[in-house]
């Protein structure tokens, strides 16, 4: 189903329930952060400052792997429940943790390929197909919001609101726009992962905040976009009704 055919629809109740969903995706990181000792704004600053230096480069390569793996997959395995692709990347983290920051460098493509997977997903839930361009440059975008472990509402708002202009981009040149934010969102992930001792703890509960957070905001972002398609009314202004409900949360 993927027509814009105006329908009746309860506008109130979707947009209390997509609230619910962005307060979740916005909850998980704090828990991560109690779990894993507490990080301060200098988190980044675990990373050397090689691997700092080469961190967007290394974002865009892993999102390029990501994409092809991702999208290849999807006439072989089918997609999974949001709960098992948070089990399969929890293990994944722990993996990559135990091992510092050479094994969390070499299962950060991979986790990027589920993560994008578990996204395109959720846009198949909603009734688009992930294999449109359109469709696979929305479920980028999803990556351009400011990552579990970032405390910024106003990012995450913002990305829903403003949203890149899709019309005339190519998948590639999306790519290049989301990478610098979500590198700062990865980078985060890997300094967890560095933590001494609980690093395969850490990674684990940092695989498990991401695949949550990023799940959860992909609802939110092809919720709104059918949700906008079935009333006719512009996504803008769903977004507004959405900031307000948030506000008084």
């Known amino acids: 189903m993927t027509g814009t055919e105006l329908v009746s629809v309860d506008v ?119 294999s449109d361009p359109e469709i696979q440059k929305e479920c980028l975008l999803v990556f351009g919001t400011a990552g579990p472990l970032e405390a910024d509402d106003g990012a995450d708002m913002a990305f829903l609101s403003a949203r890149i202009t899709l019309t005339g981009a190519t998948v590639h040149g999306i790519m290049a726009r989301v990478a610098p934010r979500l590198a700062t969102a990865l980078g985060q992930k890997l300094a967890a992962q560095t933590v001494p001792i609980l690093g395969a703890a850490a990674g684990a509960a940092t695989n498990y905040a991401y695949t949550s957070y990023y799940q959860d905001m992909a609802q939110v972002h092809f919720g709104l976009k059918r949700l906008s398609e079935r009333t006719g009314r512009p996504r803008e202004a769903l977004v507004a009704e959405l900031r307000q409900r948030l506000k008084k949360a």
């Not at 952060?33 to 390569?61: A, M, Q, S, Y």
């Open 12 to 130: 109130e109740a979707a947009l209390t329930q997509l609230a619910k969903r962005h307060r979740n995706a916005s909850g998980v990181g704090l828990q991560v952060l109690n779990l894993v000792g507490g990080f301060t704004e200098n988190v980044l600053e675990r990373l050397p400052d090689r691997i700092k230096d080469r961190l967007e480069e290394t974002t865009r390569r892993a999102l390029e792997v990501a994409m092809r793996a991702a999208t290849q997959s999807r006439g072989v395995v089918p997609d999974q429940k949001g709960w098992l692709n948070t089990a399969v990347t929890t293990a994944m983290g722990a993996a990559g943790g135990a091992g510092g920051l050479p094994t969390a460098l070499a299962e950060l493509p991979v986790t990027t390929t589920v993560l994008l997977r578990s996204i395109q997903g959720v846009a198949a839930e909603h009734g688009y197909d992930p």
